[in-house]
């Protein structure tokens, strides 16, 4: 049954993905411009002053940013590493301590 409720909910994701992209894309994600925005900036961000994601188009927009994500980290490793976990661990602890559970 879950597996059922699961097809029905994701599938007009992947029918929408199907007709836009031409080829079968398992819900598109938009993972890489995010580690883009956390680690060089929001500049060229949707809804920022670019334009870049409207002139590009989601695909090529994204392509992209995981590029210049690959070039980040591979120029700068320990940056890349130190922010990820300074940005975990207040994602994870920093509700903890806030709640008053410490």
């Known amino acids: 049954m879950f597996v059922v409720v699961l097809g029905l909910t994701i599938s007009p994701w992947l029918i929408r993905d199907y007709r ?12 890489w411009a995010e580690v883009y925005f956390g680690n060089l900036g929001f500049e060229s961000h949707p809804l920022g002053q670019t ?21 980040y980290i591979g ?26 559970w410490h």
């Open 51 to 71: 334009l870049q994601y409207q002139q590009m188009g989601e695909r090529r927009f994204i392509e992209q940013k995981q590029q210049e994500v690959f070039e």
């Open 75 to 100: 120029s700068h490793p320990h940056e890349f590493t130190e922010r990820s976990l300074q940005r975990s661990l207040s994602f994870w602890i920093a509700p903890f301590w806030a709640s008053g």
């Open 20 to 31: 836009v992209f031409h080829t079968p894309r398992f819900v598109r994600g938009n993972f």
